[in-house]
């Protein structure tokens, strides 16, 4: 038996948890799902404060955390960057002469007990910047700094992905199964995070991954293709890039299927008008997710997605609302791994493995 304590620790992503520490949260998640309005649970965080500060919108993020922190006992605060007098991130932000992140984040420090930070690529003017801003709070601050999503990881929906997962397959770990993320077409130009967050939690746990795309525009960046190659390569499972041809052949031999669109390379620069009129190009009509195409797949194959999706674009309606959809229990776990991750980074909850 080993004991796994995380108190004080930040959880920025996936890759930079032990893989034991991600087996703790998955296992205190499922406890916690189980048996979820328990007395033990009830008061882990009790009169704290856990504040979310948010550049973005967010439907299940929001939601889901100030549900965990009320089911912990605790409260969730809800703050944008446009109620307060910070100085401007973006280049043409009005605040440039506004409050620092360090003063921000000492004083954040003392009034709560967890800090969740959401900020993605819409805020930032490079790739990296809003990750970069995030682990700027964290330097100042005491209490553990969560990241609720920003431009390159997305940790408590790859955590939420892996418990539906492995739910999914009869509560046993996912070591050994197979998961295909495509590339969809759509017109929401979406972001990386989740989608690094499922290539890097899915091969560190020895899920085979196969990540295919329709060309060069939408490469992911290389530092995580290359993290997931070695993730794979250490986990003993199997990591495979199929770039164009015919989307329905990559959904061979596949146990789930997670169908996402996401951005080009270039979308930096280009902007996000261009990159829609990209992707909604006549070219890549074929690249969604039905039913045709997910009978190629192993019988019993799940689709999995972040949500939101873009029914008729990422995955057909017949799919995403039909049988093989995990996708609202995938959304319920963020709750649940979110519980976990307060209850061990901020209440010192100890598991034992
Ligand atoms: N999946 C996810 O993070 O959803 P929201 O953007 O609605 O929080």
Redesign the pocket.
């Known amino acids: 038996m080993t004991k796994i304590n995380m108190k004080g620790k930040n959880v920025v992503t996936t890759q930079e948890l032990s893989v034991d520490e991600i087996r703790a949260l998955l296992k205190l998640a499922a406890e916690m799902k189980g048996d979820r309005y328990a007395d033990k649970w009830a008061e882990l965080m009790k009169r704290q404060t856990f504040i979310m500060f948010f550049y973005n919108?967010?439907?299940?993020?929001?939601q889901s955390f100030e549900a965990a922190a009320t089911e912990l006992g605790g409260h969730a605060q809800f703050i944008e960057p446009k109620a307060m007098r910070l100085k401007g991130v973006k280049k043409g932000d009005l605040e440039v002469a506004g409050e620092t992140i360090h003063d921000a984040a000492k004083v954040m420090d003392r009034y709560a007990t967890g800090l969740g930070i959401?900020i993605l690529e819409t805020s930032v003017d490079n790739y990296g910047d809003g990750n970069q801003l995030l682990r700027e709070y964290a330097k100042y601050t005491d209490i553990p700094v969560i990241n609720?999503?920003d431009d390159i990881y997305?940790p408590?929906?790859g955590l939420a992905d892996m418990l539906g997962m492995q739910e999914h397959n009869n509560n046993q770990p996912t070591k050994g199964k197979t998961i295909l993320q495509t590339w969809a077409k759509g017109a929401l130009a979406r972001s990386y995070c989740?989608v690094h967050e499922s290539l890097l939690i899915n091969s560190r746990m020895g899920v085979n991954v196969k990540l295919a795309f329709p060309d060069d525009a939408y490469e992911l960046p290389k530092d995580i293709i290359e993290k997931a190659k070695r993730n794979a390569e250490e986990a003993g499972g199997t990591f495979e890039i199929i770039k164009g041809g015919d989307p329905k052949a990559a959904y061979e031999n596949v146990d789930f299927v997670y169908s996402r669109n996401w951005f080009g390379k270039d979308f930096y620069e280009i902007g996000k008008a261009a990159e829609i009129e990209r992707a909604s190009s006549d070219k890549y009509k074929d690249w969604i997710c039905d039913e045709e195409k997910m009978k190629t797949a192993n019988p019993g194959c799940k689709f999995i997605h972040?949500?939101?999706v873009d029914e008729g674009a990422e995955v057909t309606r017949e799919v995403n609302q039909g049988p093989r959809s995990i996708i609202l229990d995938v959304?319920e776990n963020?709750l649940h791994v979110q519980k976990a991750i307060m209850a061990m980074t901020i209440a010192g909850y100890e598991v034992e493995l």
């Open positions: 919108p967010s439907l299940r993020t929001r959401r609720m999503a997305h408590c929906q989740s972040p949500m939101p959304a963020r």
